[in-house]
């Protein structure tokens, strides 16, 4: 059963065990719709949607009233169209949209009829569901909602709609899709982390802008991911620049990744191999740790993404731990890819005694390190850092980073090599220069 299904399965199971309120997470609303109403066909039920637009109705909407306003007038209110359902005596789901914005306004009215749907729902099959985007729950509700994190497509949901479009384009003269040998697997590969209508709008992209889609356009399905990147304002992507061999030394952390490499490959997936987790470079600066993180991106062929933790701190209550959970979200979206901390020391150092900032700081580090310890997508971490002294003890422990490597100052045959590098990249012979007498100055 594929994740989607899995999830599914489970919110029908809160239904039938008469959980009232069911909070289900996700940017995907139309998916968490189809949902709902299977569901409410499966169990029989009635379904009823509401938006701030529409207000409380019918879903779908029989014939006779399709386009036609609320199904109760003066029911476009939140705080009515609870009301209203609280009048409703029969079997049915509720689903209300966008409702995260009025959970995060902790407006009194609405926590109340929430808190009462909580207490006379059970038993009498009706089921109250909310969705929103991001996760914004006042504490009065926390032991009355159950919350799902709907999952993003997987590979089943994203190949129906890849052989739909398929089919559809098929007689096409000026379009067409090849999902011959290893295409179809390669886009689907690529496609992971999107939405389907981000997916759908990758396909149609590449099949308006060339005519055709194939293993070829997956640069164009990439830059779709390149996108969510640019949006969230707290990753940067970076292109893979310089490779493994443009840094002189550094043996062992050359041979620790390359041996590593076929690792996020889906053989090793089968095998049963789980990926791993992260590498701390630690060194004075001006020694090539940046350089080195950007080799690694490079060397096994994955997007590199560079939180910048100075963006994810809020003013806002609660703020800042929202906007670490949202980066981690998308790094995951994205993966297999690199996450880069830069000078996390910087970020994340001596924060255990810091109160200056009413504890943001280190609510924001439990929240990171209890990623970096639970996580299972394919996320690996490379962090650098230039003082290891100012790190808390809880980050340097085995389980959130696989190794910790010392970039010291390259040694006189290291400087050699570096200097070969880059006589080589800027056309020079090396041969024709004293690297031996070069090196030691």
Aim: charged share 25%.
């Amino acid at each position: 059963m594929s994740d989607t299904g899995q999830h599914i399965k489970n919110i029908e199971m809160l239904i039938r065990s008469h959980y009232p309120i069911i909070y289900i997470v996700s940017s995907e609303e139309q998916r968490v719709v189809t949902a709902v109403q299977q569901i409410s066909q499966r169990l029989e039920r009635r379904n009823y949607h509401w938006s701030c637009l529409s207000g409380l109705t019918p879903y779908p909407a029989p014939p006779d009233r399709a386009g036609d306003g609320p199904m109760n007038s003066g029911t476009e209110e939140p705080a009515d169209a609870l009301q209203e359902i609280m009048r409703h005596n029969q079997p049915a789901i509720f689903v209300f949209k966008d409702f995260h914005h009025y959970l995060a306004q902790n407006d009194p009215k609405i926590i109340r009829w929430l808190r009462e749907a909580a207490q006379r729902f059970p038993g009498s099959q009706r089921t109250l569901i909310l969705t929103g985007s991001v996760l914004s729950l006042p504490p009065d509700l926390e032991k009355d909602v159950a919350v799902v994190d709907f999952p993003l497509p997987g590979a089943e949901e994203l190949g129906a709609l890849l052989d739909g479009m398929a089919r559809q384009v098929a007689g096409n003269p000026r379009l067409s899709i090849d999902l011959s040998g290893n295409a179809r697997e390669e886009i689907l590969k690529a496609s992971h982390g999107l939405t389907l209508v981000e997916a759908r709008n990758a396909f149609t992209k590449s099949l308006m802008l060339k005519g055709r889609l194939g293993a070829e356009q997956l640069p164009d399905i990439l830059e779709e991911k390149k996108n969510i990147i640019r949006k969230s304002g707290y990753l940067d992507y970076y292109e893979p620049e310089v490779g493994m061999e443009d840094i002189g030394g550094l043996e062992n952390l050359k041979t620790w990744l390359t041996k590593r490499k076929q690792v996020f490959s889906d053989q090793a997936t089968a095998f049963g191999l789980p990926a791993p987790r992260g590498v701390l470079l630690l060194g004075v600066q001006g020694c090539g740790k940046s350089v080195c993180v950007k080799a690694i991106s490079s060397l096994w062929g994955l997007p590199l993404l560079r939180l910048d933790i100075g963006r994810i701190f809020d003013a806002r209550v609660g703020g800042s731990e929202e906007n670490i959970r949202r980066a981690i979200a998308i790094s995951e979206r994205i993966a297999p890819c690199i996450l880069w901390i830069d000078e996390i020391d910087k970020a994340f150092g001596g924060q255990a005694g810091d109160s200056t900032d009413g504890g943001i700081a280190k609510r924001v580090m439990a929240t990171f390190l209890t990623w970096m310890g639970e996580k299972v997508s394919p996320v690996f971490v490379a962090a650098t850092a230039n003082n290891i002294a100012s790190l808390p003890s809880e980050l340097l422990r085995k389980g959130r980073f696989d190794e910790i490597f010392f970039v010291d100052i390259p040694t006189e045959p290291e400087r050699q090599n570096i200097l070969d590098i880059h006589l080589r990249r800027r056309g020079r012979e090396p041969g024709n220069y004293n690297l031996a007498s070069l090196s030691q100055t």
